[in-house]
């Protein structure tokens, strides 16, 4: 029973481990992951919150990204409009990777109904 | 009825022959406002008279009449500038002090009173031009700036050309020393050429180098008039010292009657042609670029969509449509037109095409191949030729010559002469469509400014709205563009009078925002309306001492920075062709397009021109509360400045 209790800590205590290693691992890759999308310049023309913009040239949202991993790597890729084209030569596979997942990570902003000046528009 | 007409000889060939011959003739506009607008600004010469009396001067007790002579000016020539712009009902003239108009200068103060026409004080002539440019678009009436003749000239010569582009009158006065009895110095001889205007003259309308008084008078009256007939312009007038600072020796000197020059109609058989083709047409669109002159444009433009149920994509050189009204489109529609109308558009090929901004400069055609464009206004009626700002030629199937708006009104005839009941109702089913396009759009920008709402630095979408939020039941004006901070006022404000935007820039030349605001927000003063400039720190930099200006006439008006501390637009550029090249941007794009390190403190540099502000607002608690107490100053009749900590775009 003694035995039992002291596997059951063992265990908890490892688990707990593993959730600070894997939540900071996830930290570190979103830590990453926004450095490049700043390096690279994406806010640039979408915002650093990845929220897109109207103003001249329209640039879409990307975050939440709506797209999955394919679509928007192939957008970077070989975009059709105005945006230019990331090629590998200077954004690696790695790094679209690490990009995609920070910007599908930005959490979602608050509703319209909890924005006055936008409610009462 | 056309084809009535059509059939008694007047074909397509005809009616061209027309418009050259006819079209642009000064043709009595409509019973009514033309006519009263001859008479309000029928004006005549105060003091010719009087001047010629005034010749018969005294001589001061203790002077011989030789000493009198040798040291004293009686009745000196400005005195009768001064009069001409008056009759001109010029009620202010912008400048910065130049001793080639220390003449014209004094008789404004001494002679004039300093009232019609009123200085404005101004740190550069780029100011006093931009000025000029947004109170005339405001006021509906050209505002005078003066210029030393060489540098002045050279220091307006950007916000000249805006206003060239931007089809906006002004009345440029420039001094010069024509003869070398006068040029005590050498500075005056750097001060003097033999073409003052030579550095703006290939952008202004019209120009002369008046030889006396009676001259200058009458050459004033000219370029008024040409300056107000569409296309409006800028023009020049030298005003040279001699003439102004000697007394004068002309008798009977005289202003022309000053009328408002009628307006250039467009030929009456291509306006009823045009009506055949958009009462036949199934899909119509119609582009409308400096259309609208004053609310009267507005409300025609209404009355022609409505009665055509056709989206109408508003460019945005002047204020041209309610952005609320369920036609108001974005440029997208153009895509399913059959036959389009562009009203005072400047470039109706980049309607009708998309050239794409990349290695292979992709060309397609946005409109469908058969779609027919009518073109009505005065962009062909064109004066100039080196600055190619009319943009790339486009062979309209049916272009007509003459002031859109003043030819509208012939146009809505026409059409509800071809427009049946039947007809009226098939077009009538147009309107849901539309309905819901303009609805879905509205709600997809309201559902777009929530994102990065709680962001730092602030988003542009936080930056507009907490403002509309605060000012929407007040009687606001904005008078700067919007398209560099995300649209935001396009989009959600509710924009329905023609004085509610200013339109653009004319030649996007940096500096415009900042400074034609101050001349905007004058215009707006008298009405008691709260003028909101929103603009970017690059171009406020540009131009920061008119913020003094405003100060120092005490003009209210409330300027929003949009510091997103970058020349943003050329950050884009630079990392767009690093992608082209496959270089990257790790080296960074940032040298020579960011304006940090250090960070510009614009809340700073207003105050110390007695310009209250607040900033810099970095986080979005704090806008709202800034922009509120800025508002109240600008209630209060005093400039106010909130620089915004931004994001991008």
């Not at chain 2, 943009?391 to 059409?415: C, K």
């Not at chain 2, 415009?512 to 909101?532: D, F, K, N, Q, T």
């Amino acid at each position: 029973m003694k035995g039992q209790r002291c596997l059951s800590v063992v265990l908890s205590i490892a688990i707990a481990a593993a959730a600070v290693v894997g939540a900071n691992a996830q930290d570190d890759a979103r830590r990453d992951g926004r450095e490049l999308y700043l390096d690279f310049g994406c806010h640039q023309c979408h915002g650093f919150e990845g929220q897109g913009s109207q103003a001249s040239p329209p640039n879409p949202r990307i975050a939440p990204t709506p797209y999955p991993f394919e679509a928007f790597a192939a957008f970077v890729r070989t975009p059709v409009r105005l945006m230019p084209p990331y090629s590998p030569n200077v954004m690696s596979d790695e790094q679209l990777r690490a990009i995609y997942d920070y910007v599908a990570a930005i959490p979602e902003p608050p509703g319209i109904d909890d924005i006055p000046a936008l409610r009462d528009l | 009825m056309a084809n009535d007409d059509k059939s008694d000889g007047l074909n397509r060939r005809g009616f061209l022959a027309g418009a050259t011959a006819a079209g642009l003739a000064a043709v009595p506009l409509s019973k009514t406002t033309n006519v009263d607008a001859q008479e309000s600004n029928r004006a005549s010469a105060p003091l010719p008279n009087s001047m010629d009396a005034a010749m018969e001067h005294e001589i001061p007790g203790g002077y011989t009449g030789e000493q009198a002579k040798n040291y004293f000016v009686h009745h000196p020539g400005s005195d009768f500038m001064v009069d001409v712009l008056a009759a001109l009902d010029l009620d202010y003239v912008a400048l910065n002090p130049g001793s080639a108009f220390r003449g014209f200068h004094e008789s404004i103060l001494n002679y004039g009173g300093n009232r019609k026409p009123e200085i404005l004080t101004c740190v550069h002539e780029e100011h006093a031009a931009a000025i000029a440019h947004g109170y005339a678009k405001v006021a509906k009436k050209p505002m005078a700036i003066a210029c030393h003749g060489t540098v002045g000239i050279q220091h307006a010569a950007m916000a000249v050309y805006n206003a060239y582009a931007d089809r906006v009158p002004m009345f440029i006065l420039a001094a010069d020393h024509g003869g070398i009895e006068d040029r005590t110095s050498q500075v005056l001889w750097t001060h003097t050429a033999r073409d003052p205007l030579s550095p703006i003259k290939d952008y202004i309308k019209w120009d002369d180098y008046p030889r006396s008084l009676q001259h200058f008078g009458e050459s004033a009256v000219r370029a008024y008039r040409y300056a107000l007939t569409p296309p409006m312009g800028p023009v020049g007038i030298i005003m040279e010292t001699v003439l102004q600072e000697s007394d004068v020796h002309e008798h009977g000197l005289a202003v022309p009657e000053v009328l408002a020059p009628t307006l250039p109609l467009g030929d009456p058989n291509a306006i009823e042609e045009a009506a055949d083709w958009l009462a036949n047409a199934e899909s119509p669109v119609i582009y409308a670029d400096r259309f609208a002159q004053d609310q009267e444009g507005v409300d025609l433009l209404v009355e022609l969509a409505e009665l055509l149920q056709a989206p109408v994509v508003d460019q945005k050189g002047r204020m041209n449509f309610p952005n609320g009204h369920h036609l108001s489109q974005t440029a997208g529609v153009v895509g399913q037109a059959d036959v389009i109308l562009a009203l005072e558009v400047r470039d109706i090929w980049g309607i009708v095409n998309r050239l794409q901004d990349a290695p292979d400069h992709t060309l397609t055609r946005a409109a469908p191949p058969n779609a027919r464009v009518i073109s009505l206004g005065t962009t062909e009626v064109n004066f100039g030729s080196n600055y190619q700002d009319f943009t790339r030629f486009y062979a309209a199937d049916l272009p007509i010559a003459g002031d859109a708006q003043s030819s509208v009104p012939y146009l809505i005839e026409a059409l509800r002469e071809r427009i049946s009941n039947r007809r009226a109702s098939q077009i009538s089913e147009r309107r849901e469509r539309w309905a819901s396009a303009h609805a879905s759009r509205r709600q997809a920008s309201i559902d777009a400014a929530r994102y990065a709402w709680n962001a730092t630095p602030i988003s542009t979408a936080r930056m507009s709205l907490e403002l509309y939020d605060l000012v929407k039941d007040k009687d606001w004006a904005l008078t700067a563009p919007d398209n560099l901070h995300g649209s935001w006022e396009t989009r959600l404000w509710n924009i329905e009078r023609h004085y509610q935007t200013n339109g653009t820039s004319g030649a996007y030349g940096q500096g415009y925002g900042a400074s034609s605001a101050v001349g905007a927000a004058l215009g707006h003063r008298e009405h008691g309306r709260l003028p909101i400039c929103i603009t970017g720190d690059g171009d406020t930099m540009y131009v920061p001492g008119v913020h003094w200006t405003a100060a120092h006439h005490h003009i209210p008006l409330l300027t929003v920075v949009h510091n997103n501390r970058a020349y943003h637009q050329e950050v884009m550029h630079v990392q767009k062709t690093a992608a082209w090249r496959q270089r990257g941007v790790d080296k960074g794009v940032e040298p020579g397009n960011i304006i940090d390190e250090p960070a510009i403190d614009f809340a700073a540099l207003a105050r110390s021109m007695g310009v209250f502000s607040t900033g810099p607002v970095a986080s979005p608690s704090e806008l709202r509360p800034a922009l509120a107490q800025a508002i109240d100053v600008v209630e209060q009749g005093e400039p106010a400045l909130v620089d915004v900590v931004s994001q991008p775009r």
